[in-house]
């Protein structure tokens, strides 16, 4: 049977990416591909060092006259963000993704797709079994886990399995592009008691839904100023509430914290004498947010479809007036752009979803500053406010930035060489992003560090998608400066 990838270039990276596309990896959920990476270690009589955490390096020897040269670690993460459509049946924990091709870009039908950071781990995985007569330093491919739900791998590695001082993270997603700083960022989790009493006998029950919003990466799309489907749903519960006889059954929406909410679900009691109030709200909220954002969101949708079976219990008036008012105080967006670099976020807040945990309301925020004073000033407010409405918070540790160093030895080669290929400079940057260099770079003394990689667009929701002419610029770019750095 042919495959999706069949005559794609490089052969060997599709190869290993198809495969990994194959194998379940959500955060938290990396056993079977830490697995096959043991295996595929095994088979090659390649060394490996591990940590308790399940952070896994695999050893190849210098070869083709780099065998003296001095150790270089390749880095990427094993789990991927598992974002699915809601008419999508997919499941994560077991089912391959369904891979097709659509205008040069490789993508998942319903779901992610997992470039983000599934080429990385293709790329090393090639690196590996590259033939001995191949110019290269020697390695240390650095497989870590958890990434996308905060760090956990890096935070938690053991800086005593990495000897090598040069470090080439491959999981920028930009071709052109060499990152050489990122945000820091830390979560919020606040938690609402719910309150509830009798439902009125006689009121209509109805969902009401914000649907088909783009979503996206709440760092590095946190500058479009997407739309968040929370905001919206939240904003037209609170009008209902003020103009019309009706009551809040329950509210739901958004699911990772580093992504952007794309749909979010009410269900509403409504009075019979309400109900046409209450679709023309429901319609006029739809026309302002399409008139604001319809160029943006082309997909949007806010649905009011009635219920056939009528809930026992609503919320309290005052719970409701205490959840809608803290969702519609709670920030989202950019908060602060820099100063000093032009363009670049310097601080922003994901107010990333609502859900209903143990008769509690759970309300997850993600902030993010290059600037980690900033960081805490934004996580104080956010405090304050839930604070404000009765509801507790924790927060995690944040995890460090990464600060540029523009006098980096592996940035100038790397510069040098993308200058070559693509006949003009490559954009140096930072991101608003969380990557592990800054963790990594903590852990392991003296590292010096770059990150690159393809194009991969809508990281973290269905959307996303690689770019596939980018794929093989990429490699060619990792070859060279892998080869340039065997003979130093």
Request: hydrophobic share 35%; charged share 25%; with cysteine.
């Amino acid at each position: 049977m042919k495959s999706v990838i069949d005559g794609l270039k490089p052969e060997i990276v599709w190869k290993h990416f198809e495969n990994i596309t194959k194998i379940p990896r959500p955060s938290k959920h990396e056993e079977k591909i830490l697995n096959s990476l043991r295996k595929f270690a095994n088979e090659r009589n390649l060394k490996t060092r591990e940590d308790s955490t399940g952070n896994i390096v695999v050893l190849r020897p210098g070869s083709g006259g780099g065998e003296k040269a001095s150790t270089i670690v390749i880095q990427s993460h094993v789990d991927m963000v598992c974002e699915k459509n809601r008419d999508s049946n997919h499941d994560f924990m077991k089912d391959p993704l369904d891979l097709y091709i659509e205008d040069g870009w490789l993508k998942a039908k319903g779901t992610t797709l997992g470039a983000d950071n599934g080429i990385g781990v293709a790329a090393a995985l090639s690196l590996l079994e590259m033939p001995k007569e191949t110019a290269l330093p020697p390695l240390e491919c650095l497989f870590t886990v958890d990434e996308e739900t905060g760090l956990t791998g890096a935070f938690a590695l053991n800086g005593q399995i990495i000897k090598g001082r040069t470090m080439l993270n491959l999981d920028t997603e930009d071709w052109g592009e060499i990152c050489i700083g990122c945000a820091g960022g830390g979560d919020s989790s606040i938690t609402l008691p719910i309150e509830t009493q009798e439902a009125p006998s006689d009121f209509l029950s109805f969902q009401l839904s914000v649907e088909g919003l783009q979503g996206g990466h709440s760092g590095v799309d946190i500058h479009e100023e997407r739309a968040n489907a929370i905001v919206f749903l939240s904003s037209i519960v609170d009008t209902l509430s003020r103009n019309t006889d009706s009551r809040l059954v329950s509210l739901e929406g958004g699911d990772k914290h580093n992504a952007i909410p794309r749909e979010a679900f009410a269900t509403l009691l409504v009075s019979p004498e309400a109900v046409s109030d209450a679709q023309i709200i429901v319609s006029n909220k739809e026309s302002a947010f399409k008139k604001e954002f319809g160029s943006l969101e082309t997909n949007m949708q806010v649905i009011l479809s009635g219920l056939d079976s009528s809930p026992k219990n609503t919320l309290t008036k005052k719970c409701q007036i205490k959840l809608i008012n803290l969702l519609r105080t709670l920030p989202h967006g950019v908060l602060k752009y820099s100063h000093d670099v032009k363009g670049l976020v310097e601080t922003s807040n994901n107010l990333a979803s609502v859900k209903i945990v143990n008769n509690n309301y759970n309300i997850a925020c993600s902030t993010r500053s290059s600037i980690a004073e900033a960081l805490e000033f934004q996580r104080e407010r956010i405090a304050i406010m839930a604070n404000s409405y009765g509801a507790s918070i924790e927060q995690d540790q944040p995890y460090p930035g990464w600060a540029p160093n523009i006098n980096s030895p592996i940035l100038d080669i790397t510069t040098k060489i993308y200058s070559e290929m693509l006949d003009r400079k490559p954009h140096i940057c930072a991101i608003h992003a969380g990557l592990e260099c800054g963790v990594i770079g903590e852990k392991v003394d003296g590292m010096d560090m770059i990150s690159f990689g393809p194009t991969i667009k809508g990281p973290h929701s269905p959307d996303e998608r690689v770019e596939i002419s980018s794929v093989d610029k990429f490699w060619n770019l990792l070859l060279r400066i892998l080869e340039t750095l065997a003979v130093k």
